[in-house]
């Protein structure tokens, strides 16, 4: 089980720091990524980290603002977040895959997903 933390409420060009553990299981050997989605749309990619060489993926919409890191000792995946603009506000997801080897940018490549948190940015 994955579960996020650290969303809420913040104005434009904060930033923010989302956190991902891992609940009765280790990240170890898993590709971990961050999606988001809003009422009415896909879930979108936001982030990604392969696990066997530490590739990192970050979606156009999230160059230079976005990154994604991990912590091997905590078990923790992180997404930090800065400059957010209210096209940012969703619920973000932090997901898992056994399949270490790739990071996709789809969500059904992965089979573990955390429960969300809502970050809203108000207009």
């Known amino acids: 089980q994955l579960i996020e933390s650290g969303g809420g409420l913040v104005q434009a060009g904060d930033s923010l720091t989302l956190n991902c553990a891992a609940s009765g299981r280790t990240f170890s050997r898993l590709t971990m990524s961050w999606f988001r989605q809003v009422p009415g749309k896909e879930r979108e990619f936001v982030a990604g980290?392969?696990?066997?060489?530490?590739?990192?993926d970050v979606a156009d919409f999230a160059q230079g603002r976005f990154s994604i890191s991990r912590d091997n000792v905590k078990d923790t995946v992180t997404l930090q977040m800065t400059s957010l603009i209210p096209e940012d506000s969703a619920v973000y997801y932090c997901?898992?895959?056994?399949?270490?080897?790739?990071?996709?940018?789809?969500?059904?490549?992965?089979?573990?997903w955390g429960q969300g948190t809502q970050v809203t940015v108000p207009s």
């Open positions: 997901a898992a895959t056994s399949n270490a080897f790739t990071l996709s940018e789809g969500a059904r490549a992965y089979e573990y």
């Open positions: 980290m392969r696990w066997t060489d530490g590739f990192t």
